[in-house]
């Protein structure tokens, strides 16, 4: 997926991405990070078709998105929201079963195909034992799996997610975390996903976008984009940025480093 | 289906028969439940067939009035995503109610054609309500307010328009408050128009449970939402418009039916949407029923009926949306 020169304005009096470029590697996992208001969930929709550009164009499969129908788009692509409503008395599997809309003509009912997409979706966040429970029956934790296991039940080569591990405990955050890893490195599914926790992007991601104020700042490896200086740009942070032997690259927070 | 579902349609199926019976039994000529009913079935009996002529009319108006109302409530409630929307409340029977006046005031010769300027006028309450109330959203609390205020000027253009002496259209605002006076011809327009609606309904049922989740999630399953919304919205539109155009403004029935249902059926339209149907039917037709028989010959409308029925009941959904949607 190719990104070319993305502008778009909000409103007519604040330009919220200026000219963005930039690629989204197959196979891998690039995370978008950079303060609130950046424009990285901007970005995010705009990638998604939730938003269109004022200029430029993102690329898919040598195709521009415009160019998509919504169906032919939703077997390419599929996004888990940041904020996610459905009926309380929904169940799990009829809501991971809504993924298979794109794949049903309609008026159709479900086909064999359907019904092994869903059972792989459910297996693979570990939700096989809830899925007659209803929605308002889950807790957080689960309820995001819900939604990450109705995006796989698409099928789909690319995953986009916002924010996927907020309201989440910590343990539940990198629950979520392993399990994009799992899905990307078995399945091959390229995943790109915004985060706020610049550890867990380090960790988690093959390729990291960096933005502030809509602009791209830096992308790359985790280990050219974490840097002090970078750090400092985008976040007006002072941190400590190491490698540890076991851990890997990991930073500490000491301070503000400038005015924002 | 579950249980609950299963018994709670038989119950509401039940609840419509004993309301048909009764309501064709009751009033100043009398048969027994058995006179009816054989007298329905071989046609013998001299007082079913004048009930026939006289009472079913309005018992049919009756029943697909308040299964084409409630069942307008819960598609705009979709749409809007809002459970309060109801169109004898926000504006889209008000509109309907005064377009058909406006039209038989203008160009009374057009009469055959009121059902379409119902139409017409249904649909600019429910873009006005629309259009006024959207901020990048719908927020609930404005659209119901806007939805309010749309009503009353509606509701007051139609009186005025009524105030304004011709002999027909005050017969005509005379006659939409009751349904007593009605003949089969009405009932002809309502039963066909209303079951086409109520056809298109139950086929966009699905698209109903769609509409629940976010439009960003709905897009990204490859859905149209803006088609979605705006089909199921003219469904909703029509039968708000031919149900007003035959029986008059109706508030409430279209936000009671749809908030039981969802007590009692669940969130599913594909079994929501019957249930309001039969559901929406029985109680206009208690509501009738009740009307005519608490003080005759005098008559209450059914429209009071449920105005004094609803406005305790939008109370209670008031306050506990209150918890739901609190800013």
Known sequence: MEIKQISYAYDRTKQTLHSISGWIARGKITTIIGPNGSGKSTLLSIMSKNATPDSGQVILDGKSLQAYRAKELARKLAVVHQHNVAPSDLTVEKLVGYGRIPHRERFASGSEEDQQAIEWALACTNLLGKRSKTLDALSGGERQRVWIAMALAQKTPFLFLDEPTTYLDMYYQYEILELIRRINREHGMTVVMVLHDINQAIRYSDRIIAMKDGRVVIQGEPEQVITRETLLDIYGMETIVRTDPEAGLYIVPVGLGHVR | ?327
């Open chain 2, 1 to 327: 289906m579950k249980r609950k579902q299963i018994i709670s349609l038989i119950a509401v199926i039940l609840l419509l028969i004993l309301a048909f019976i009764v309501s064709a039994i009751t009033g100043s000529l009398r048969v027994t439940p058995l006179e009816l009913i054989s007298g329905l079935l071989f046609g013998d009996h001299e007082q079913v067939e004048i009930i026939k002529d006289l009472r079913f009319p309005r018992i049919i108006i009756a029943i697909f009035a308040g299964a084409a109302l409630s069942v307008s409530g819960l598609l705009l409630q979709a749409v809007m995503r809002n459970p309060l929307a109801d169109p004898g409340i926000i504006g889209v029977s008000a509109g309907a109610s005064f377009m058909s006046l406006l039209m038989a005031t203008l160009l009374p010769t057009l009469y055959f054609f009121t059902p379409l300027f119902a139409f017409l006028g249904g649909a600019l309450g429910f873009f006005l309500v629309y259009a006024l109330s959207w901020r990048g959203g719908l927020n609930p609390l404005r659209m119901v307010l806007i939805g309010i205020a749309i009503h009353s000027v509606f509701s007051g253009l139609a009186q005025a328009l009524g105030m304004q002496g011709s002999s027909l259209i005050s017969s005509l605002t005379q006659m939409n408050s009751t349904l007593s006076m009605k003949t089969w011809s009405e009932a002809e327009t309502l039963v066909i128009c209303g079951s086409i609606g109520l056809v298109l309904a139950l086929l966009v049922s699905r698209w109903c449970n769609y509409l629940a989740l976010e439009d960003k999630t709905a897009r990204n399953l490859g859905l149209n939402v803006n088609l979605m919304r705006f089909v199921i919205s003219m469904i909703a539109v029509l039968l708000a418009a031919v149900a007003t155009s035959v029986a008059g403004v109706f508030a409430f029935v279209g936000l009671l039916v749809p908030h039981i249902g969802r007590l009692l059926v669940g969130s599913d339209h594909r079994i929501l949407t019957p249930f309001s149907i039969l559901a929406g039917a029985a109680l206009i037709l208690i509501a009738d029923t009740v009307g005519r028989a608490l003080m005759p010959p005098h008559e209450i409308p059914a429209s009071i009926i449920m105005a004094v029925i609803g406005g305790p009941v939008l109370i209670i959904l008031l306050r506990k949306s209150e918890r739901i949607y609190g800013n």
